[in-house]
């Protein structure tokens, strides 16, 4: 056993970058992957969570306490996976076990009998033939738990959430009870599912004349063009497949949608073209008729803004359902506009036909008789917090119910499986049922087609229902597509789980601050709690739970369900915030998430027995995220004593294209603090600070780390030093908080995590600008302006974590998301500018960061920022043109500037004054910015600055005016070096592929040598 005084592995080191490297390629495995059971919100990567299992369990060689036993039982054991025997010595030992870790981390290598062995054999080693009990109680998608399975452990998970939990019975304890056999059985009863539900529902899709069996129908919402009358077909793309192939550098395949509008008979017609391919140009085709929210007539020049359109589609319900007479004539509602059918080469479409339409007509007669048996449960129209929408979105549309979200076809196609699946006596129900649910995802009306790849984007690509002008309806059953090739995915994943877990797990729905074990109970307590605001768990889960409680027993589905909640998933004891839903009358709020985190973490601490370790997982983008988790842990009694940043997302990612996103989530490794620490003394936590956190800064940057996620990965040591004492407090005895305003000056009303942010902003401009400018606060000598010091520091948090250790920026495009056109449009409400170019950060960030630093934002919206909403806009630079250059533009500079050759050049136009003049714009507090007050420091330079004198050079490069710009840049060296420096500073700060980064580097290139 391991005593209480030895440190485990995960309190001194970490393979960061392997198994970050592990976790990122893990998103994109498809094949047995247990995510592939069933969708479930911010699941953690496996390989993240057997490494950081394996190192919580593993106590440190190098500790004086720990046991020879465990050393030399480890060295034998990685003996048969690695042919070189390690080497002699402790460091050694400690450094062959993190590289086991590391490999282990590797998704091919986690089904391998050696791995599993030797994986285990350690755990044994270190804890005895008792095995271990590992508990998680928010444990979702179950990665935490099918880990401890994996490693020889117990374990115990336990989810609020009914659908998260059916679906941890069956990957915890329904395969691992089974065996191989549910693999078996699964395939078998999805088989007869299949074939009972093809021949209710094959009628309601028939096959072409030719034989040829469709597979997807692609439809777009109307509206009646309030000008002429004319039918208005919402279409946001009216590409079809456009096929591009990266390494030729060609399109393979583009097929488009006419649709054009007859002016006096106003119908609109519809046509499929083929375009010829290969080819490096996209060929000219009719424009989207919906975009930003505001349609375009076909028929006449009228346009229907965003709010006519909602209303419009409010009177319809949401649009979704075509309305049709007897003879298969369409009279309104949804249009189809195209049908896919699988051919020789690929897919192929064609205009749809009466038959169609008579087919759906059928379906929906059918369905009409059904209604009483068919999901009619309420959507909340509030949005859950400024961060996530929850299913609001939909009811901007007026999709008021979920039995809206379906098409009535789709609903019947629904039910018919569900009733069959009711009905089927196997120890396979509980995943048959998920294969339903999971179809449901699949089988809505907000469910796009992705034309580079020509396949769906299931609902919850954006982890919200989001209005989708036009939809695609997948043909449910039909050959081995959709629901077979469901069932087949399930099927691989029970074999993969049955092949490396051959013990089961326990599962409870349970509230996370209710204790459900003995204390003293569990080796290790690692949980992955909802991340503040960010997933509206409960909300989005009601999709697959109408159906699920249509299959399954309710009461055993769910021990919570209830009136309150509509007999949904319960959300009122869910740790989010969520305005949605109410706790005492009161909207769920950041105080009800950590009181109710607190009350989780006291639960894990009393739970973990005196030698044990815990672990929380964490991801957000505010400080406010992380100050209310902080301070729940705090709260709880736990020290922070190491803390893990882990890249677990492709950068490819929906949410990635222009808003810094997290790649990173962070592992706070936690022992229970001693009833007896100490008071810290303030003075001594300061002076600790700055180092532990540059050399933490350095650490994590070698490991590829950067930007934001390198700023919420410092929160680690910062913590170990802060969390170790019952509190901290100045010399006259006043406590500093974990949090605090962060405007004040005293160190007790400012609280602690505003030094933080500080010194990291300061570490931060030091290594990017240098040591004047982190001095800067008040503007010291020497150092640049503060417009330059913002946007360095903007830049810097920018830049995003590679899962490959690669510094790559989060304004990177990929063809993936090319025509991800899913916008804010639906909202009202929506948090970024959406359709207006330039690097995002959240407000809150930039905020924490600058005050500290000297750096007033107020002084530069408008100028070099724009503040809307919460967002921070970085102005790209030819947004600052005319500011720059005033009306007469490039030309009008560069005659200036040539005709000053040789004299000096003070960039005093007079359009600059003109613009300083410009009325103040205002933020999104409403405060007027601009000039300062006589009282406020003066920090604004008149004329230019060393920035603007850089953008002026970047533009005069984008216009090509090669003279002025060698002109100018001859000036500017003899002037001094802070142009030089701050263009070659934010040169390596843009991201790669902006356009600021080309103009940059063309415009370094044309430096006087
Ligand atoms: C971040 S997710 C966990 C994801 C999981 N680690 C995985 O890999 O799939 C957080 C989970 O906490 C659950 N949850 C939220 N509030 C809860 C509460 N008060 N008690 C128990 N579970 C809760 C949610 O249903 C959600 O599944």
């Known amino acids: 056993m391991i005593p209480k005084s030895c440190k485990r592995l995960a309190e001194v080191d970490f393979p960061i970058a392997v198994v970050s490297a592990h976790s990122a390629r893990e998103k994109s495995i498809r094949h047995g992957h247990p995510s592939t059971l069933h969708l479930w919100w911010a699941r953690r990567p496996l390989a993240a969570c057997r490494a950081m299992l394996l190192a919580l369990l593993l106590p440190d060689p190098c500790d004086a306490n720990c046991p020879a036993e465990f050393k030399e039982a480890a060295r034998g054991l990685l003996g048969r996976v690695y042919r070189q025997a390690t080497e002699a010595g402790d460091k050694a030992l400690r450094h062959s076990l993190l590289r086991f870790i590391g490999d282990f981390a590797n998704w091919d290598n986690s089904a391998k009998p050696a791995y599993l062995e030797v994986g285990r054999g350690l755990v044994k080693a270190a804890h005895g033939a008792e095995p271990p009990l590992v508990v998680d109680p928010f444990a979702g998608g179950g990665s935490i738990p099918l880990e401890a399975l994996r490693l020889g452990c117990d374990a115990f998970a336990s989810d609020l959430n009914p659908v998260a939990c059916l679906i941890l019975k069956v990957m915890l304890e329904d395969i691992p009870r089974h065996g191989p056999e549910l693999a078996d059985e699964l395939r078998k009863v999805g088989a007869e599912i299949k074939k009972q539900a093809e021949k209710e529902l094959s009628q309601y899709y028939p096959p072409d004349p030719d034989g040829a069996r469709p597979i997807a129908y692609l439809w777009a919402r109307t509206v009646l063009c309030e000008r002429c009358g004319a039918e208005i077909p919402l279409l946001r793309t009216t590409w079809l497949a456009k096929r591009h192939n990266k390494i030729k550098k060609r399109y393979t395949k583009l097929i488009s949608l006419g649709v054009r509008g007859n002016t006096k008979t106003k119908a609109v017609t519809l046509s499929i073209d083929r375009h010829d391919v290969p080819t490096a140009t996209l060929p000219e085709i009719p424009s989207p008729t919906i975009a930003n929210g505001i349609a375009t007539c076909r028929c006449c020049p009228g346009v229907l803004s965003a709010a006519r359109v909602r209303s419009q589609l409010i009177r319809q319900k949401g649009g979704a359902d075509v309305v049709i007479d007897e003879s298969g004539n369409r009279i309104s509602g949804a249009r189809l506009m195209a049908v896919a059918h699988r051919a020789a080469d690929g897919l192929a479409y064609r205009l749809p036909t009466r038959r169609d339409y008579l087919a759906v007509r059928s379906a929906q007669s059918r369905t009409t008789a059904l209604s009483d048996q068919l999901p009619f449960e309420s959507l909340s129209p509030l949005r859950p917090s400024p961060n996530s929408r929850g299913v609001s979105g939909a009811t901007r549309i007026g999709i008021t119910d979920f039995g809206r979200v379906f098409t009535m076809r789709q609903k019947l196609a629904l039910h018919v499986l569900s009733t069959i699946a009711r009905d089927v006596e196997s120890a396979a129900k509980r995943a048959v049922s998920l294969a339903v649910s999971k179809l449901a995802e699949r089988s809505t009306c907000f469910v796009t ?24 309806e997948l043909v449910p059953i039909v050959g081995d597509e959709e629901f077979s090739e469901l069932i087949d995915a399930m099927v691989e994943v029970a074999a993969q789980i049955a092949s490396c877990c051959p013990r089961g797990g326990q599962v409870e729905q349970a509230v996370a601050n209710e204790p459900q074990l003995p204390k003293e109970s569990a080796q290790v307590w690692f949980t992955d709690p909802p991340y503040y605001d960010s997933v509206p768990y409960a909300d989005l889960s009601d999709l697959f739970y109408v159906w699920l409680k249509r299959i399954l027993q309710p009461r055993s589905l769910n021990r919570f369900a209830d009136e309150s909640d509509g007999w949904l998933t319960p959300k009122t004891p869910e740790s989010t915030w969520d305005e949605a839903h109410r706790v005492d009358g009161k909207p769920k709020d950041r105080q009800f998430f950590e009181r109710s985190l607190a009350g989780a973490f006291a639960v894990g601490r009393a739970t973990l027995v005196d030698s044990g370790i815990g672990c929380v997982v964490f991801a957000h983008k505010s400080t406010e995220g992380w100050e ?48 007896d620490a100490g008071v810290g003394d303030w003075s001594d936590v300061l002076r600790e600070l700055p180092n532990r956190i540059g050399d933490w800064m350095e650490r994590l940057s070698a490991e590829g780390v950067r930007g934001a996620d390198l700023v919420f990965a410092c929160i680690g040591p910062a913590m170990e030093i802060y969390s170790r004492y019952s509190k901290v407090e100045d010399a006259e005895g006043r406590e500093i908080p974990l949090g605090g305003d962060p405007e004040a000056s005293e160190p007790h009303k400012r609280g602690f995590l505003a030094y933080v942010w500080e010194i990291v902003g300061r570490t931060a401009l030091q290594q990017v600008l240098g040591t004047a400018e982190a001095r800067a606060r008040n503007g010291a000598a020497g150092a640049l302006e503060e417009d330059a010091r913002l946007t360095a520091l903007f830049l810097w948090t920018h830049q995003s974590t590679s899962s490959n250790g690669a510094s790559n920026g989060a304004a990177v495009e990929s063809a993936e998301d090319e025509d991800a056109e899913a916008t804010d449009e639906d909202d009202d409400e929506a948090p970024s500018g959406t359709g207006r170019k330039g690097l995002t950060l959240i407000y809150d960030v930039v905020r924490r960061f600058s005050q500290p630093l000297g750096i007033h934002l107020d002084t530069w919206n408008g100028r070099i920022i724009e503040t809307r909403k919460g967002i921070v806009r970085l102005l790209p630079v030819k947004e600052r043109a005319e500011r720059l250059l005033g009306e007469d533009g490039a030309s009008g500079v560069a005659d200036v500037i040539e005709r000053s050759r040789g004299g000096p050049m003070n960039y005093q136009f007079g359009f600059m004054n003109k613009a300083e003049e410009r009325p103040a714009k205002t933020n999104g507090k409403g405060r007027k910015r601009g000039k300062s007050t006589p009282d406020e420091a003066p920090t604004v330079a008149p004329g230019t600055t060393t920035l603007d004198r850089v953008h002026i050079a970047m533009l005069l490069q984008a ?50 040598r």
């Not at 301070?631 to 709880?636: M, N, Q, R, V």
């Not at 677990?648 to 790649?663: G, I, M, V, W, Y």
């Not at 001859?970 to 001094?976: D, F, I, L, V």
């Not at 991201?991 to 940059?1000: A, F, I, M, N, V």
């Open 628 to 675: 209310a988790l902080l301070s729940g842990i705090l709260e709880a009694g736990w020290v922070i004593v190491a803390s893990w940043p882990v890249a677990t997302e492709r950068t490819a990612r929906l949410n990635a294209k222009q808003a810094a996103a997290l790649a990173t989530s962070v592992h706070l490794v936690c022992r229970p603090r001693p009833e």
């Open 959 to 1008: 216009s090509g005016k090669a003279n002025a710009l060698r002109a100018m840049l001859k000036a500017e060296q003899e002037r001094g070096p802070d142009f030089l420096r701050l263009a070659n500073a934010l040169s390596a700060l843009y991201p790669r592929d902006s356009e600021e980064k080309r103009l940059l580097d063309a415009m370094l290139l044309a430096v006087p």
């Open 449 to 472: 087609w992705i034309n580079s790849t020509e396949a769906p984007r299931g609902t919850f690509a954006r982890q919200a229902l989001t209005i989708a002008w036009d939809f695609i």
